[in-house]
């Protein structure tokens, strides 16, 4: 089955037209038996029962897809989310990142109803605009007695170091965002406002990329709005606040990878062409602020935060931020940065404000708001206190100040105890608590279980500031509640996100950023290295622990085999290759202690290396550094890197399953893992970008594997054994590289030391020599920035010119000589070790130059008064 | 009269500082009753960055930052202020204007500018919390029918008599129930316990900060915290006004006392206030004020 029943959609037909063969059809068709929740307001019937024309043509779509392709197209779309990386973190922990929910069935509003909604949200952001630009500036809403002074002196989000600052352009609010529902008289009602960082158009973006692709014939057939003109605008927008004379540096600046929409921040910043950074990112310095880039100090002109405005800047906001960027607030003031939206912001999120809002806009605008808002108390006002006490079961309860982890309640849900700690907390600040009549939201269909079902919904709406009024998305971010009563719906809470249609009667415009991205950064002009240094960083060390994670994992395989072979190891070979293990890992005593002995002993020191996440330099450990690194340069990587990068991690939470003790031919439990890495460091040779970024992260990788030859020849070819025993362990090392069939075909002959060496070291064909690395790193560094700025060699590129010619001057018949004192090849070592400590004074050196050693910041007198 | 103030601040790092932000309220603010004639800044180390402006209270800020690695940091500030005769002493007699019932319920129904914007002082800030203790310390002096200010005067005899000033016995982040518990403090605490007695009791009441008169008139008594910045507090009375009081010397603020800054407690017009990055984990402060009386 297919949608691609090329019939033109219901909305597109003249109005007569529909209803007739609405009628021809007799009566509500309904797709999967789909119907409607009874007391709850659908958005596919109309108050008479009969489905609206607008989504008969979705359903009967959706109907003639059949349940075994929509389900189909239900996991590609679950697919397509997880490789691009949507998440949701729920907290802290890495494994509590959930991959956004959408569900397949769209909301549908039609063009006519939307205009309404849109025009009420334009005013609505105008308002919220002016009592911004009031509350920071003349404070007329207090001074005329319009609104009561404590609403906006009690709150928290009130920043009175804001006072006074003001942004070029019209507009102060550069972002609106609403969250409503449909009530029971059909018309929408607002719940909440964002002012502050607001998130979702990331979200509602992504869920638009990804239904166009599952379901191309429906979605290209049903004329739905676009939503690139929304972002087209903020692009503008941005550009324009630029208050320095320059090409603007816009960037956007994310509390970090634990943040909970993280995926957002990367996705916008991508798709906007911007930076993305971390507060410690950015510096103040003369009086601008700074990105720390690669080569040195870049300005930064504009700012889209989506770190909360009190933790922005630790001199005069919240004193024990780190999240934001010291001195921050005193450049926004003299102008020279532009923040959007403007720190203070937040004090708009106070939903008290939302009880004074028709008073509000009579003021300002000499009309009540179009839009209702949803009846709601302020227990700051003595009467509406006492009605929230009075009424507390039928009401929800909020704080004014939204706080991470604190959610609104539904009265009547509270326990005995509960409300009573609540009713406390109430009456000790009465200020900070309001109540809201609960509005019953609309139904629409979800795809669950097979079949229809109907769920209640909370449409989020994205307002920016254009030039001269608001444009706001068509459409928005759909939240779906799980349950269809009584529901608070916030995407914290485990609920599912639509896409939202807005239908329109003709097909539209197509608009892409892309164009645009060309002509303003100007072709040519080299922003490589516009690479925050810790993006560089995280690139570095991602390559560093990629490798580290391989060449253990090689090193392993060739033990499990070797060990549980048919020919037994000598006990002297299997030390060897086990203290070789140890040596890899740096998993110490490991094997060099003198308790393991027995088979099982040893089984289970080998797996804990691997599935041990909690050990240092064991595979797991590696992996996660590995993924931890990869997280914070997720902007940076291809949606195929981050597919695999998915299946690194499952493979990784599988191991502890597949790895049971007793496994047999555990190697082969590794097979995956190996493959992943290679198809990662594939992808990044085959499609990546050559620029500063792919740059530091092949340094990583091979300052890293030349390293990891050091430890390997060190740890097995350095003490002499005797020859049965010295030739089976230079075999499990040409095993672990994978060079025992190259050697034997070059050398037809018993595996001998220095013809190993010769492969293994300085053999400029094998890729894998200490030669081709080191080579190779020289390459790298001789490319970088400042390589080509000063004259001569870089001290890291004196540093790996002296490990190469040290390696190329080495004398393999000597090295191969070993010692008759100690028994064994003491200049090999000496050369190992040489080469080991100019690679780690590279390591150093390039850490030193180009990565940013941030130190936390303190107070000058240490204070603990602060606000909350 | 006309004052010249200066105000040395100086900062010794164990570790040198790499960078610093810092600002600070340490120049006098214009009032009704005082013009700060000049007022001058200088940083050592120079500063890259130095902006003067205006804070959301009308207070004066400077902020600076130092962008060189440095051992060590001094501010300071030179002021000449003139105090002219707005502020006067009433004496004992303070029994005039509103009752305390009278002030109370303007509060709630007065919609003059003014009013409205005091009430603003009647909440919680971020370091005076209201509570029953406070308010249980304070009613006895707040009667109905007694007039505001001669209840606040007696609030401040009050503290003056019941607490012990012990510089040293506090520091900023002292919390306010325990100032009221061990009866010591210093004059920032004492102003805060007022404010926290006056607010608990639903009067609007802001913190004063500022200096004395260092050297004294020949044949009186040198004052209580000359030698460093002073706070006191100020109350309002809907319709009348603002007006100050010392609990620190039991008086009522005229002659000799320079207003700095005011805001609704320390926090809010702290001297200095900023972050440093590196080192600094050890340091070792010296403050210094000088008051002279250049002109009857």
């Known amino acids: 089955m297919n949608d691609d029943s090329r019939q033109r959609p219901w909305s597109s037909l003249p109005r007569q037209q529909q209803q007739s063969l609405q009628q021809t059809q007799g009566g509500p068709a309904s797709a999967f038996g789909y119907m409607q929740s009874p007391g709850l307001t659908d958005e596919v019937y109309d108050p008479r029962g009969e489905q609206r024309g607008h989504w008969q043509y979705l359903l009967n779509s959706l109907q003639a897809l059949g349940v075994d392709a929509l389900a189909d197209r239900q996991r590609k779309a679950l697919r397509i989310l997880r490789d691009d990386g949507a998440t949701y973190n729920l907290s802290m922990e890495p494994q509590a990142r959930r991959t956004w929910g959408l569900d397949p069935v769209p909301l549908l509003i039609e063009s006519e109803e939307w205009s309404d909604i849109e025009s009420g949200l334009v005013e609505r952001a105008e308002l919220f605009d002016l009592v911004l630009k009031d509350i920071y500036g003349a404070r007329q809403l207090i001074r005329r007695g319009v609104v009561p002074p404590e609403l906006i002196f009690s709150h928290t989000g009130f920043l009175r170091q804001c006072h006074g600052v003001v942004m070029p352009g019209e507009h102060q609010l550069i972002l609106h965002s609403v969250d409503m529902v449909r009530n029971r008289d059909g018309a929408m009602c607002v719940i909440s406002d964002r002012t502050q960082a607001p998130s979702g158009a990331g979200y509602a973006l992504e869920n638009r990329t990804v239904m166009s692709r599952v379901f191309p014939s429906l979605f290209r057939d049903s004329h739905v709005h676009r939503l690139s003109m929304f972002f087209q605008t903020l692009r503008l927008k941005l550009a324009a606040l630029c208050p320095n004379d320059d090409m603007p540096n816009v960037v956007v600046l994310t509390p970090g990878a634990y943040s909970e929409t993280y995926f957002e921040h990367t996705l916008l910043a991508n798709y906007l062409g911007y930076p993305l950074v971390q507060g410690s990112d950015l510096t103040v310095r003369g009086g601008h602020v700074w990105m720390k880039a690669l080569d040195g100090l870049k300005r930064v002109d504009v700012i889209l935060r989506r770190v909360d405005d009190y933790y922005c800047d630790a001199v005069e906001l919240r004193s024990d931020s780190q999240l934001g960027v010291p001195g921050l607030l005193d450049v926004v003031r003299s102008g020279r940065v532009v923040v959007a939206n403007p720190l203070g912001s937040g004090v708009l999120e106070n939903s008290a404000l939302l009880k004074y809002l028709p008073a509000i806009g009579k003021f300002f605008l000499g009309r009540e708001p179009q839009l209702r808002s949803v009846g709601t108390y302020w227990c700051g006002d003595a009467s509406d206190c006492q009605y929230v006490f009075d009424h507390f079961d039928e009401l929800i309860i909020k704080s004014t100040f939204r706080r991470a982890g604190e959610h609104s309640v539904f009265g009547g849900e509270l326990s005995a105890d509960q409300k009573l700690r609540l009713l406390e907390r109430i009456k000790a600040r009465p200020q900070r608590f309001v109540a809201q009549n609960y509005e019953s939201p609309s139904s629409a269909p979800s795809w669950v279980d097979n079949g229809l079902v109907p769920k209640p919904l909370v449409l989020r709406s994205f307002a920016v500031a254009d030039q001269s009024a608001y444009t706001i998305m068509p459409g928005g971010l759909t939240r779906v509640g799980s349950n269809d009563d009584k529901m608070i719906i916030s995407s914290q809470l485990a609920s599912t996100s639509k896409d939202t249609w807005i239908l329109a009667s003709e097909p539209e415009k197509q608009v892409s950023l892309l164009k645009d991205n060309v002509s303003q950064a100007g072709i040519g002009t080299d922003r490589d290295m516009d690479l925050p240094s810790r993006v560089a960083e995280n690139l570095f060390w991602m390559g560093r622990y990629a490798e580290r994670a391989e060449a253990l994992l090689r090193l392993l395989r060739t033990v499990f085999i070797q060990v549980n072979s048919i020919d037994p190891l000598s006990p002297v070979a299997r030390d060897t290759l086990l203290r070789a293990v140890t040596r890899i890992s740096t998993s110490y005593p490991g094997f060099t202690a003198t308790n393991i002995h027995t088979p099982s002993d040893i089984e289970k020191e080998l797996l804990a290396l691997i599935i041990d996440e909690s050990r240092p330099g064991s595979v797991a450990a590696n992996l996660q550094a590995m993924l931890t690194s990869s997280e914070e340069v997720k902007e940076t990587l291809s949606a195929d890197t981050q597919r695999v990068l998915n299946d690194l991690r499952d493979s990784l939470a599988e191991l502890a399953d597949t790895l049971a003790p007793g496994t047999p031919a555990p190697e082969e439990a590794l097979d995956p893992l190996v493959t992943a890495l290679l198809a990662l460091a594939g992808l990044s040779h085959a499609s990546m970008m050559r620029g500063a970024g792919w740059r530091f992260l092949e340094m990583g990788r091979t300052l890293e594997k030349a390293y990891q030859m050091t430890c390997l020849l060190q740890a097995t070819l350095v003490a002499e054994l005797d020859s049965a025993d010295e030739a089976t362990v230079l075999e499990s090392v040409l095993l672990t590289v994978e060079m025992l069939v190259s050697y034997r075909r070059r050398y037809r002959a018993r595996v001998e030391i220095t013809s190993g060496l010769q492969l293994l070291m300085i053999d400029q064909a094998n890729p894998r020599s200490l030669l081709f690395q080191l080579g190779a790193l020289q390459n790298h560094i001789g490319d970088l920035p400042e390589a080509s700025q000063s004259v001569g060699l870089s001290l890291e590129g004196r540093s790996t010119l002296e490990a190469l010619t040290t390696v190329q001057l080495a004398d393999l018949a000597l090295l191969g000589v070993s010692d008759e004192a100690s028994g064994s090849r003491t200049l090999l070592n000496q050369l190992l070790v040489t080469v080991q400590t100019l690679l780690s004074n590279t390591a150093t050196l390039i850490s030193d130059r180009y990565f940013d050693h941030r130190v936390e910041h303190h107070q000058l007198v240490a204070s603990r008064w602060e606000d909350e | ?126 370091m005076i919390d209201v509570s029953e203790a406070l308010r249980a310390y304070a009613a006895p002096s707040f009667r109905d029918n007694v007039s505001l200010l001669s209840a606040v005067r007696e609030l401040t005899h009050r503290i003056y008599t019941d607490f012990t000033y012990q510089p040293g016995s506090t520091t900023v982040a002292t919390p306010l129930n325990e100032v009221l518990e061990k009866r010591r403090g210093v004059c920032q605490d004492f102003a805060h316990l007022a404010i926290g007695c006056l607010r608990s009791l639903g009067f609007p009441a802001r913190y004063v900060s500022g200096y004395l008169e260092t050297i004294p008139l020949a044949g009186t008594k040198k004052l209580v915290g000359s030698d460093a910045s002073h706070a006191w507090f100020a109350v309002y009375s809907p319709g009348e006004g603002w007006f100050e009081f010392d609990p620190t010397n039991d008086n009522v603020p005229t002659k000799q006392h320079i207003t700095t800054a005011w805001g609704r407690d320390y926090s809010d017009v702290t001297p200095l206030r900023g972050v440093i990055f590196e080192g600094g984990a050890s340091q070792v402060l010296t403050v210094s004020v000088d008051v002279e009386r250049l002109q009857r």
């Open chain 2, 1 to 126: 009269m006309i004052y010249r103030i200066r105000h040395l601040t100086h900062y010794n790092y164990d570790q040198p500082v790499a960078l610093c932000y810092n600002y600070g309220h340490l120049m006098p603010r214009d009032a009704a009753y005082q013009q700060c004639l000049e007022s001058h800044i200088t940083v050592n180390p120079y500063p890259i960055n130095l902006q003067h402006r205006t804070d959301y209270f009308g207070n004066k800020v400077c902020y600076f930052s130092v962008e060189n690695r440095h051992s060590s940091l001094e501010i300071v500030v030179e002021s000449t202020v003139r105090l002219n005769d707005e502020r006067t002493d009433p004496g004992v007699d303070l029994g005039f204007g509103n009752t305390c019932a009278e002030a109370l319920k303007k509060l709630r129904t007065n919609k003059d500018e003014e009013t409205l914007l005091a009430r603003e002082y009647v909440l919680r800030s971020p």
